[in-house]
């Protein structure tokens, strides 16, 4: 077994790798949530890192090849330094990819006068990474990029507040927030993996031009990309269409939350990292 190894700190992830899986069906997938230990988004950069290192770890040895982080906060604050300083050293055959390059490829394919909007949790959003890699990655195409943080949005989903009256007041404040910021915004990134789950209450605010990007399906579309461009890669990955769940909180509590994510019932594996 040479499975796709998916991260997140927590639940959100699953609205990535249930895309990982429609797109990729007959690979294996391993799902680590180190949910003892979520949220992320309010922990330091240093934090941060350490647990996304240890994950990463864990899934080398458990014969991962590649590894995605579907997690912003995780992506924002860790991915850069465990490319360039871990993996040469502890893996350097091994590959970590993460959600927010995918999604800045994206916005660069589809926005049409480069004003974009992205919303995320505070962790994200004061780690400043989508304008610094919209600056960085969008060839130019990126003229304006403004940013605002939801803190209620992923409580609600967790919470299974979706479609509440005050799940619709948090929703419709921080939209309108975002939209005052830049009225010429065309593309609004989804910048948490839980907000897919929130996508009918946002679109009632969102005006109807604006390019509403999720990152899940963005993920996989640019991970087959990414396969086609690396069949060294592709060749070590174990193709038995498999899947398995794994959590560092009670793998009861993980199933029973899981599911609201990835839509149906799972069976998941307590681990400790």
Same mark, same amino acid.
């Given at each position: 077994?040479?499975?796709?190894?998916?991260? /997140?700190?927590?639940?959100?992830?699953?609205?990535?790798?249930?895309?990982?899986?429609?797109?990729?069906?007959?690979? %294996?997938?391993?799902?680590?949530? %180190? @949910?003892?230990?979520?949220?992320?988004?309010?922990?330091?950069?240093?934090?941060?890192?350490?647990?996304? =290192?240890?994950?990463?770890?864990?899934?080398?040895?458990? /014969?991962?090849?590649?590894?995605?982080?579907?997690?912003?906060?995780?992506?924002?604050?860790?991915?850069?330094? +465990?490319?360039?300083?871990?993996?040469?050293?502890?893996?350097? %055959?091994?590959?970590?990819?993460?959600?927010?390059?995918?999604?800045?490829?994206?916005?660069?394919?589809?926005?049409?006068?480069?004003?974009?909007?992205?919303?995320?949790?505070?962790?994200?959003?004061?780690?400043?990474?989508?304008?610094?890699?919209?600056?960085?990655?969008? *060839?130019?195409?990126?003229? !304006? &990029?403004?940013?605002?943080?939801?803190?209620?949005?992923?409580?609600?989903?967790? @919470?299974?507040? +979706?479609?509440?009256?005050?799940? $619709?007041?948090?929703?419709?404040?921080?939209?309108?927030?975002?939209?005052?910021? %830049?009225? $010429?915004? /065309?593309?609004?990134?989804?910048?948490? &993996?839980?907000?897919? =789950?929130?996508? /009918?209450?946002?679109?009632?605010?969102?005006?109807?031009? +604006?390019? +509403?990007?999720?990152?899940?399906?963005?993920?996989?579309?640019?991970?087959?990309?990414?396969?086609?461009?690396?069949?060294?890669?592709? !060749?070590?990955?174990?193709?038995? *269409?498999?899947?398995?769940?794994?959590?560092?909180?009670?793998?009861? @509590?993980?199933? $029973?939350?899981?599911? =609201?994510?990835?839509?149906?019932?799972?069976?998941?594996?307590?681990?400790?990292?």
């Amino acid at each position: 077994m040479a499975p796709i190894g998916v991260f /997140d700190s927590g639940y959100g992830g699953l609205t990535v790798l249930k895309e990982l899986v429609k797109a990729l069906p007959g690979y %294996d997938f391993l799902y680590l949530g %180190d @949910n003892a230990r979520n949220p992320y988004g309010t922990r330091s950069f240093e934090v941060v890192y350490e647990y996304t =290192l240890e994950a990463v770890r864990y899934l080398f040895s458990q /014969d991962c090849p590649l590894v995605i982080i579907a997690c912003n906060t995780a992506s924002a604050k860790a991915l850069r330094n +465990i490319q360039q300083l871990d993996l040469p050293v502890i893996a350097p %055959d091994r590959r970590v990819l993460g959600v927010i390059r995918p999604s800045v490829e994206k916005v660069a394919e589809i926005t049409g006068n480069g004003h974009v909007g992205v919303l995320g949790t505070i962790g994200t959003v004061v780690s400043e990474s989508y304008p610094i890699e919209l600056e960085k990655w969008s *060839g130019g195409r990126v003229v !304006s &990029t403004v940013q605002e943080a939801c803190p209620m949005w992923v409580p609600i989903v967790e @919470n299974n507040e +979706i479609g509440t009256e005050g799940a $619709e007041f948090f929703i419709k404040r921080h939209i309108q927030h975002i939209l005052a910021k %830049d009225p $010429e915004m /065309d593309t609004l990134i989804l910048g948490c &993996t839980h907000y897919p =789950l929130l996508i /009918d209450s946002i679109r009632k605010y969102v005006p109807p031009h +604006i390019h +509403i990007l999720e990152q899940g399906a963005v993920t996989a579309e640019k991970l087959v990309e990414y396969l086609q461009r690396h069949p060294d890669m592709e !060749s070590r990955l174990s193709k038995g *269409g498999t899947l398995r769940y794994q959590t560092t909180e009670s793998a009861a @509590n993980f199933a $029973e939350k899981a599911a =609201l994510f990835i839509g149906q019932k799972v069976t998941a594996e307590h681990v400790r990292l």
